[in-house]
């Protein structure tokens, strides 16, 4: 199992959590050296990584990174300021005529096939003991897969539209997800695609590998999305057919249904993306909304310069996002990926990722604030079996609340 232990920062620069000092790894090996262990790869480890879109020439040029002084300097570049009045909104309350009136365009988009649910259910199968937690049970007999499922048939009946359920697994889930789905994966309505793969490094930049020799790979984390969704011929299909919508949720978080009130709210402010945000309890910490040289925008909180403090902002991104599918499908942009340092087997390794809510640098972006809390929740997020427990009668009272039991 893999630990996340250093994030090292954009830009060749590292930080270990608490610490803000410059930190000083091994000098790295050559981008040649490091294509030479690429190219004496197995065979078959170089058709899994090609199948899954390996970006040979990205991870050298990532690697060059590894290696000499670092200082804290390049965290994000510009000034970072709190939200303005305004930038985090609330849905009207409900029973108002203009909550009313939201559910009711909301729900007309649903019934005209305007809208798809994009759920995160890659990454390494790790948290949950190795197990697929696509596949790990939430209620009683019901996976997390079957309440997903149960979900999109609740909103359809009350609609009388059809949403498509598109999953984005990796290679570490995408075979135990496609068999528990059968014949329901007809490859449009309901689909998976996969995310890409890449392998760790040494903090020196060499290939890392296992005591037996073999290479260890990962899941470059769920800022793949727009482009893997894009490659698997999907969202551009979704937008010919007059596609508006993707919402975009963490498989875990049951909370973050298809729901008609923020589907309307994200039609009318005319944004290219919702993002929802709750309040932070105690000691949360995530990706928060800030405004980057004036810009409203998502940061993680390790990417803040020394001078802003993140307790500033009392709400955090919750990783659920509604996408106008057009700009989605348009969207061309750098994303920055961010070297991670992790301990697999009582070694350290390093690994590129990138995250999601990148895409708000580019994209005009609303903040939602959302409950936390009760049946209204949209935050249930579940990390581990522990977590799972702890969450099971929120899970419940959300469920029954609309109608997925």
Same mark, same amino acid.
């Given at each position: 199992?893999?630990?996340?232990?250093v994030v090292v920062?954009?830009e060749?620069?590292r930080r270990r959590?608490?610490h803000?000092?410059?930190?000083?790894l091994?000098?790295?090996?050559?981008?040649?050296?490091l294509?030479?262990?690429?190219d004496?790869?197995?065979a078959?480890?170089?058709?899994l990584l090609?199948r899954h879109?390996f970006?040979?020439?990205?991870?050298?040029r990532l690697?060059?990174?590894?290696?000499g002084?670092t200082?804290e300097?390049?965290?994000?570049?510009?000034?970072?300021?709190?939200p303005?009045?305004?930038?985090v909104?609330?849905l009207?309350?409900?029973?108002?005529?203009?909550?009313r009136?939201?559910?009711?365009?909301?729900?007309?988009?649903?019934a005209?096939?305007?809208? =798809? @649910?994009?759920v995160l259910?890659g990454?390494?199968?790790?948290r949950?003991? #190795?197990?697929?937690?696509a !596949? /790990?049970q939430? &209620?009683?007999?019901?996976?997390?897969?079957d309440?997903r499922?149960?979900e999109?048939r609740s909103?359809e009946?009350r609609?009388g539209?059809?949403v498509?359920?598109w999953?984005?697994t990796?290679h570490a889930?995408?075979r135990?997800?496609?068999?528990?789905?059968g014949?329901?994966r007809?490859?449009?309505?309901?689909?998976?695609?996969?995310?890409?793969?890449?392998?760790?490094?040494t903090?020196?930049?060499?290939l890392?590998t296992?005591?037996?020799?073999?290479p260890?790979?990962?899941a470059?984390g769920?800022g793949?999305?727009?482009? =893997? @969704?894009?490659e698997?011929?999907?969202?551009g299909?979704?937008?010919?057919g #007059?596609g508006?919508?993707v !919402? /975009?949720?963490n &498989?875990d978080?049951?909370g973050?249904t298809?729901?008609?009130a923020i589907?309307?709210w994200?039609?009318s402010?005319?944004k290219?993306?919702?993002?929802?945000?709750?309040d932070k309890v105690?000691?949360?910490?995530?990706g928060?909304?800030?405004?980057l040289d004036?810009?409203?925008v998502v940061?993680?909180?390790?990417?803040l310069?020394?001078?802003?403090?993140?307790?500033?902002?009392?709400?955090f991104n919750?990783?659920?996002?509604?996408?106008?599918?057009?700009?989605?499908?348009?969207?061309d942009?750098?994303?920055?990926?961010?070297?991670?340092k992790k301990?697999?087997s009582?070694?350290?390794?390093?690994q590129?990722?990138?995250l999601?809510?990148?895409v708000?640098?580019m &994209?005009?972006?609303?903040f939602?604030?959302v409950p936390?809390d009760?049946?209204?929740?949209?935050?249930l997020p579940?990390k581990?079996h522990?977590?799972?427990?702890?969450?099971?009668?929120?899970i419940?009272?959300?469920?029954?609340?609309?109608g997925?039991?």
């Open positions: 199992m893999a630990h996340s232990q920062r954009p060749g620069r959590e608490g803000n000092g410059s930190v000083r091994p000098a790295a090996m050559s981008v040649a050296e294509g030479a262990e690429l004496g790869l197995p078959e480890i170089r058709e090609l879109r970006d040979r020439s990205r991870l050298k690697a060059t990174r590894l290696g002084e200082d300097d390049n965290r994000v570049r510009g000034a970072v300021t709190a303005a009045d305004g930038d909104s609330v009207p309350p409900p029973g108002s005529a203009e909550r009136q939201l559910e009711e365009d909301g729900l007309a988009a649903i005209r096939g305007e809208c =798809a @649910l994009t259910a990454g390494m199968a790790t949950m003991g #190795g197990v697929i937690k !596949l /790990v939430a &209620l009683d007999d019901e996976t997390f897969l309440l499922l149960a999109v909103i009946q609609s539209g059809r498509p359920l999953l984005m990796s889930t995408d135990g997800i496609r068999e528990a789905l014949q329901r007809d490859g449009d309505r309901i689909a998976t695609f996969t995310q890409h793969l890449s392998v760790r490094l903090p020196e930049g060499r890392f296992d005591d037996a020799g073999a260890s790979l990962h470059p769920h793949d999305l727009p482009d =893997a @969704l894009k698997s011929g999907l969202l299909r979704f937008v010919e #007059g508006r919508v !919402l /975009v949720a &498989l978080n049951l973050a298809l729901d008609p589907v309307g994200h039609l402010h005319g290219p993306v919702t993002c929802e945000v709750v105690g000691s949360d910490r995530g928060i909304p800030v405004r004036g810009r409203p940061l993680e909180e390790f990417r310069p020394d001078s802003f403090d993140p307790t500033r902002v009392r709400v919750t990783n659920t996002f509604h996408f106008d599918a057009r700009r989605l499908a348009e969207l942009m750098e994303f920055t990926f961010f070297t991670v301990n697999v009582g070694k350290s390794v390093i590129f990722e990138r999601i809510g990148e708000t640098s &994209l005009d972006t609303a939602l604030r936390r009760g049946a209204e929740s949209r935050f579940v581990d522990d977590e799972l427990t702890a969450r099971r009668g929120d419940e009272a959300v469920a029954r609340t609309r997925m039991r």
